[in-house]
Structure formats: C-alpha cells, structure tokens
C-alpha cells in the first residue's frame, strides 16, 4: 500500500510539474497482430504521437494473448515491464494485488470516465477504488451470426428460443445444410457454452453459476438442461469442426456451407472483409434468451521509471478513452464504444443493436461478464469450467457426470 | 563401408531380373518415403503462391492456376507484425544476431568442456559431464520465470545479450556431449606426447585438436543453429520491442486471433522463417553425415 | 603462479560452465521444487503451503490424459522413429544414386519448426480439407481419415507429425553408424556365404548398441519437450484429448495464472526425465571408465 501511495504522490507530481517538460513514451504490449486488428491499434499510435509521444510496438500474438502473458510474467519478474499492456477482466485485479500496476486516478478524473461509461464495465476498470486500466471497446459475445438466403431458402426466421433453434437446425439438417459452424477449440466451444448458459437459465443464473461460482447452481437440474442442450448442438456440427479456426467457421456461413454461428462480434469483421452486407448478406441477433455478455478490451498501466514514461501512461489513458480513438477503433474493429456518449451514426446496423442492448441491460442489471473470454473469472478458475466444457463437447460424457465433474473441477482450481 | 551391393552379384540364388526387380522396388520405396517427407513442404509451397480467392474457394492440395509471387513480396517486406508493417526483414536481422554469436560461443565453449572433459580427466570430471548433460532434458519452460529474474538482476533483460547468453546457457550440455564424444576417440597418448614435448594445455587444444575437429563442428553448428534460430519460447519471453526475433513475428503473423487469414502470407512467412536453417541442411548436409560418422555418435 | 595455472587450467576452462549448470540448471529445479509446496498464482510466492499443489495435480483428470498421453506418444514416438530410421539407413546405403538429394529430403524437416510447419500439417490431417477428401476427391468415396478430429486418435496424428520431423535425424545416426562399420568383418561374412539380411542381424546392427543408445536419448529428449508440435497442430484437442504433460504445464503457468500448480507438474516431469536418463549416463560412463 505504501508503495502504492508514492505511485499516486509521484504520478500526481509529473503532471503537475514535468508533463510538459518529458516526452511521453510509452512501450506497448498487446495481441492485436493482424490486418483489421493492427489497423486498430495503428489508429491510437498515430493519435500518440501526434500529441508528442513515442511509441514502441511490442506486439506478441498467439493463443488469445497467452503468449503476451508469458511475455509480461518475464518482463514484470526480470524488473522490465511494459509500459503499456493489453489487459483485461479480473486479471487487471489480479496483476493489481501483485503490486505492479499503476494508478491513473488522475487521469480518469479529470475526463470524467465515471459519467460516461456503463456502471458494470467501469468496474473492470478499478483496483480498490482507484482507477487502473482504461477501456477499450465493448466485443459482445452472445451473438448468432445467419446466412440470409440459406434462412429464406428453408423459410426460418432468427430464432428467439432455443426450441426454436433446434426446431430450424433440424430443418435446416434435412435439407443438407450444416445448421452449425462450429471451430472445436476450447475457447469456441466456452464461448457457446456461455451462450447456452445465458439462454436456458437466464441473466441471474448465469450471474450465480459462472461468475459467483455458486455450487448449487454449478449442480442444479438447470445446469444439466444446459449440458443437454450441448449434447443436441454436437449434432448439427459438421464433423470436421475439431480444431478449426473461427474465421473458416464464418467462412462456411459466408458461402452457404452452414447456416448459423455463434461468435462474439469480431466475426462481423470476416463478413465485412468478404464484402458481405449486414442484414442483406448476413444476419446478426443476439442469441436466444435476454442478457449481454460482454468482453472488454483494455489496457493496464504498468509501474515504471522515468517521468517520460509514466508521461506516456497519462497521455495513452486519456486518448484511449477520448471518444474520437473509441469511435475510429470500433469502426475498425466490428465492436462498440466502451463510452455510451459517442454517435453511433456511422456503425452498422449490428453495432446499434449492441449499443442499445448494452443500454437496456446494464439499466436492468443483466449486463454480465462473459466468462469464456476471460471477464467473469481468474485463470484458474475459468480454465477448470472450460476444460469439462471442451471434454464433454468432444466426447460422449452424460450431462449429469458434466455436472459433477464441473462441481469437482471448480472446487479443486482455488 | 557397408558395401552389400556388389556380393549380391556373387549369391547364385538370385537371378538378374529378380535383382533389378529389387533394386526398383527400392527405388520405389524411396520415393514413397521421399513424398511422406516432402508433403507438408509443398502444400506451404503451393499455397504461398496462390491468391487468397483460390484458397478460399479451392481444395487446399491443389496445385495454383496461377503463380503470383505476392504473398512473398508481403511477407518479407509488407505484413503486419503489430502497428508496423514492415514483414519480417527487421526481426530476421534480430535472429542473426543472435544466432551467430551464440551458436559461436556455445560451440566454442563446447570444445574447450568435451577436451577437459575427454582428455585432461580430473577427479570428478566424469560427475560434472554427467550433471551438465542431465541439462539437456530439462524442459524450457521450468526455466522461464526464474531465468527472468536472474536476467533482470544481471542488467541484461530484454537485449540480445541476454538472448544469446540464455541459448550459450542452454546449449552446453549437447555442444559438450559432441565434442566429449568426439574427443574420446582422440589417442590419450597424443595429448601426453605433446605434453612431455612442453606443449601447454591450450596449446595442444589449439595446435593438435582444433584442426582435428571440422567434422564434429559442423554438426554441432547445424544443431545448435537450428534450435537457436527456431526458439520461440526464449524469443518471446526475453525480448523487448527491437529485439525480437524472427520466430515471433512469424508468430505474430500467423497466430492473430481475431483478424482476417491471409494462409498465403502466412505460408510464405513461415518458408522465409525456416530458409537459413533449410539452407544450412541442404548446403552442410554431407558433412553433417561425415561429422556423424568421424565419432559423435560412437557414444 | 604460471605453474600452477597450467596444471589448473583444465578445471579453470570447465568451472563457469559448471557453475552455469548449477545454478541453471539445478538451481532452477530447486526453485520449481520450492514453488510447487506454494500456492503461487500470478507470479512465484515462496510461503510453503504443504503438497496441496501435487494434491490438485492428481485430482484432475486434464493431468492424467497428459500423462497417459506421454506415455502413449513417446513409446510409440521413439519406436517407430528409430525402426524407421535404421530401416531408411539401410535403404539408403545400399549404392543409391541420388543418395545426397533423397537424404537431404529426409532430412529437412528437423530444419523447420513446428511453428512453420504446424499449419500445413493441420491441413493435410483435417479430413475436410487434406487427405481424406483428396482421396476422396479420387473416386473413393468411403475412405476415411478421421483421426484429428477423434478424440481417441487424434494423439495418433501428433505421433505422425513428430515421426515426420525426427526420423530423417535417427536415419542420419543410423546411417552414420552404418557407414563406421568395418568393412572387413562383413566381407569375411559374405565370403562364407552368410545372406545378406543374417549379415545385418547378426552382425552390423549389434555392433550399432551405442546408437541406438544416442538415437534414443534424442527421442526420449524431443518426446519429453514436446510442446510446439501440439500447440500447432491440435492445440491440445478434442477437449484436451491431445494434452501432454508439457503444455499443460504451459496452460497452468501462463494462461491460467496458477503457478504453483504449473511447478508440482514440472517436477513429476522432471521425475520421469530422471527415471529415464539417470541409468542412461550410469552406463555411458562407467564404459567409458574401463
């Protein structure tokens, strides 16, 4: 704590006094590698030193930032950390209790972060009641993705339930269709996992089961519906899914192959990239049953020397947030503005549809974490439910033995 | 020599047409395995010549309709490794210098160990050889976070110094179990005549056993480069922005989760990543086998 | 003073390397040790916590597939790639005229790593997109090979991948062992009539032990290590059908923040690189000694 109030007292000190004699540097740590996602972050570079700053690019893709993650645990253990790293959901809490983030209270004060994002997602963001990470975008995950002649061709609408979900993946099955484009890698298959969760038990199931933990809830004859509905979904995946990536899943609904996908919003960008129209090309809904699961990207201060650096923490945190990074970002990257003051005129029609959700829900309290991409839960935890997940998709387990292995795994990952 | 080939025209058993039948089938047998080996090369081959429509839209083992060298141009000098987009040239110069000084410093480091340890033994060699092989097996990623912390102590985190002082740490044991082995070989006696001649210790090293050993030097510069230039596990763990090398921007280009697949960038990247070690087989292959022969492997 | 650095000089030269081994080496095992009795999460905590870590370890069936994977994927790994590198050796020396293009090709793989390969091998291996529809593609409608996606085979398809890469390196021991045969021994053997494949049984493969011996221990290395080969061709699927004890050690330590259960599985690996190693140096060395 002592250490962590001379950080305050000397961060508070450099922009008072030196900001303006140090150049702000800031070395950055993040996954986003490729085509659309570098874009993304070339647009934040471009603001940062156009306001004086010095960016060094360290970027380390692979694994959904597994590889960064291994990167940064040398880095912090060898008294080199980043300045800047992408970071995000509890692990901003956990890397805080190891006393290496920095604060930028200060910052976020003085913009004003509190009024302009959502009550939930600013909790992200704060350590203890300081201010530590600043917010990105808003990826929702509970999406369901169509192709919209395959859905005209077999007369079925988006489905509301997930009745009616399977009612069409049968329909859709007789008529040689593959209902499912599915990738079986054990974040995909978390990711409709949560999904299904969400759906069949609701917004407070969800909240009890995978972000509370709750053990009845973990065991409950809800969870086992769940597992079967699981079950019913491995049938209208094609059998090749083992292994595939997301994006020839979305190429598969591009070309008719199959008719549905269930995938957070960056599949909105494969789409794009082919040319494809929302909502003439492709369809996009949120997935059966009412709530949001969102995954936050962010990044999180490190502690480090040199006014210049810590110079280059401020200015980052205030531009990542300014609504015109949030807004040229998200355009880019097929998500929505963390902040809910930005004009949404030139987002597409998905992009709306997440905003004014993300508005209704986080008013109505069910505005949740998503817990496969590493929102809900630490590491641990998260990696022991999805481990079940993965092995019951691929596997003939019964649901009610997911059950109690999902209660086993969960109470041996503390 | 193992020479088979010419008694079997002696065996009076076997008639001439039988024996080109078996020498076809061998060739044969050859090739089929010729083919299993040379698979995956050219599937990356002929993928990284074709435009990503044909991909998408045709069958992956396909030859291209039409050749574009493209995907390499963007591979080397255009892909996007992170905001920059500059391919993989920049990191291929990092991998170069890190590979070269360190396979020369384990590799001479090695020799000096494997002639203690083969000809000058002490009390107690034997047990340091032994210790310092059971090195070999330890798999990497135990070392990473301690090592991350020593480096950081040392002042060294994040540089190429620090890079190629981890690969000279961990490729000891092997550069000193090849030169051990090799060594071995060597006639005690021609160390103790050149002693009783007043030849020194490092003299006899450098004068006698150095010119002896080019065979054994080329294999372990083949070894020792490739594991070097192929790390990935150190090069993203003790690396810092500027100093990466070559094997995590290839990474970086390939593995992004959440953006588009160009398969045809990729393919080539990987290619541009693995050439110097492809070329250091193909050129160091031949000795490779001779060095193999003159003594590593009589264990 | 110079007198006695000449007569030192031998264990001067071999001392850093020696003290770099201690504390990179053992050092660094001690450390695991002393890590996995914590219950470190994020980063190491040095409070001793009892053997809960190894207690977790067991309890979880995601280590017993890795485990049992390891022994599947290194008998048959270092079984198939050593018969199928002696038989390649023996392929190859019998007077063959492209020796040097047919041995290269066999070789190469070992240039390349799993990262660059990785993909092209997952594609050849998918049944929708490699071989199974290209044979299809051929007028076969019921071939199948499925074993990628089958949470039972798909440790199998590692297998292949791995033999692919190593075999070509055994071929090249065996080849050179083949090649320090003596001459004379064999002629004498063919003069007396003895068939060529008594020749090689009898004769040339038992004068290769210590060999089989190298060839094994690079095997049992490589199998031990094996981490790149999973990560790029199944990422440890179906489910975690494909987990060996490396990349669970991985996952635990660095995706999943839980550090003290990443060391308790590095030490049962260390231990199974102990059982296997140790006899090999005791013999090594006291051959050496005679």
Known sequence: ?414 | MTDLSMPQTQTRSQSATGKIALRWLLYVLLGLFALYYLMPLFVMLTTSLKSLEEIRTGSLISLPREVSFDAWKTAWSGACTGIQCEGLRPYFWNSVLIAVPAVFLSTLIGALNGYVVAQWRFKGANIIFSLMLFGCFIPFQVVLLPMARLLGMMGIAGTIPGLIFVHVIYGLGFTTLFFRNYYVTIPAELTKAARVDGAGFLRIFWSIFLPLSLPIIVVTVIWQFTQIWNDFLFGVSFSQAGTQPVTVALNNIVNSTTGVKEYNVDMAAAIIAGLPTLLVYVVAGKYFIRGLTAGSVKG | MSEWLENHLPKVVLAPSFIAVLIFVYGFIGWTAWVSLTRSKLLPKYEIHGFIQYERLFDSPRWDTAINNLYIFGALFIVIAMVLGLLLAILLDQKIRVEGVIRTIYLYPMALSMIVTGTAWKWILNPGLGIESMVQGWGFPNFEFDWLVNPDYAIYTIVIAAIWQSSGFVMALFLAGLRSVDGEIIKAAQVDGIPTWRIYTAIIIPSMAPIFLSAFIVLAHLAIKSFDLVIALTGGGPGYATDLPATYMYAMAFSRGDIGQAASSAMIMMLVVFAIVVPYLYSELRAKND
Not at chain 1, 96 to 118: F, K, Q
Not at chain 1, 151 to 157: F, G
Not at chain 1, 351 to 375: C, N, R, V
Request: glycine residues 10%; charged residues 20%.
């Open chain 1, 1 to 414: 704590m002592k250490r962590f109030a001379f950080a305050t007292v000397s961060t508070l000190a450099v922009v008072a006094g030196s900001s303006v004699v140090a150049e702000p540097q800031a070395e950055v740590l993040h996954w986003w590698t490729s085509g659309g996602e570098a874009k993304s972050v070339a647009v934040l570079q471009e603001e940062f030193a156009s306001n004086g700053g010095t960016w060094t690019d360290m970027p380390v893709a692979g694994g959904g930032g597994d590889a960064a993650m291994t990167a940064l645990r040398a880095r912090v253990l060898s008294g080199n950390a980043p300045t800047a790293v992408q970071l995000k959901g509890p692990a901003i809490q956990e890397w805080y209790e190891e006393g290496v983030l920095a604060d930028i209270s200060n910052v976020a004060e003085a913009e004003g972060w509190a009024d302009v994002l959502p009550a939930s997602i600013a909790g992200h963001m704060m350590c203890e009641g300081t201010w530590c990470a600043a917010p990105v975008n808003v990826h929702r995950i509970d999406w369901i993705w169509a192709n919209a002649d395959v859905l005209a061709a077999n007369d079925i609408e988006m489905p509301t339930t997930w009745d009616e979900f399977n009612a069409a993946a049968e329909k859709l099955q007789a008529a040689g269709v593959i209902p499912l484009a599915h990738g079986g890698q054990a974040w995909q298959d978390a990711t409709v996992f949560e999904a299904v969760v969400m759906g069949i038990g609701g917004p407070e199931f969800y909240q009890k089961a995978l972000v509370d933990l709750d053990p009845e809830a973990l065991t409950s004859d809800t969870m086992v519906q769940v597992f079967d509905q699981m079950r019913t979904m491995r049938g209208y995946v094609d059998e090749n899914f083992s292994g595939r990536d997301w994006n020839l899943a979305t190429a598969m609904v591009m070309n008719g192959e199959a008719a549905f996908q269930i995938m957070g919003d960056w599949a909105k960008g494969e789409f794009l990239a082919a040319g494809k129209k929302p909502g003439e090309d492709f369809l996009c809904a949120s997935t059966p049953g009412d709530g949001y699961l969102y995954n936050v990207d962010s990044f999180a201060m490190f502690e480090v020397e040199g006014d210049d650096n810590r110079a280059g923490q401020e200015l980052l945190a205030k531009l990542i947030v300014a609504p015109n990074f949030q807004e040229v970002f998200n355009l880019n990257k097929g998500s929505i503005p963390a902040r809910t003051d930005v004009a949404l005129d030139a987002f597409d029609i998905c992009a709306k549809i997440s905003a004014e959700d993300m508005g209704t829900t986080s008013a109505g309290g069910s505005l949740l974490p998503s817990y496969a991409h590493g929102m809900a839960l630490r590491g641990s935890q998260s990696g022991a439910i999805t481990d079940v997940v993965t092995a019951h998709f691929n596997s003939d387990m019964s649901s009610a033995d997911a059950v109690q292995q999902l209660a086993d795994a969960v109470a041996n990952s503390y």
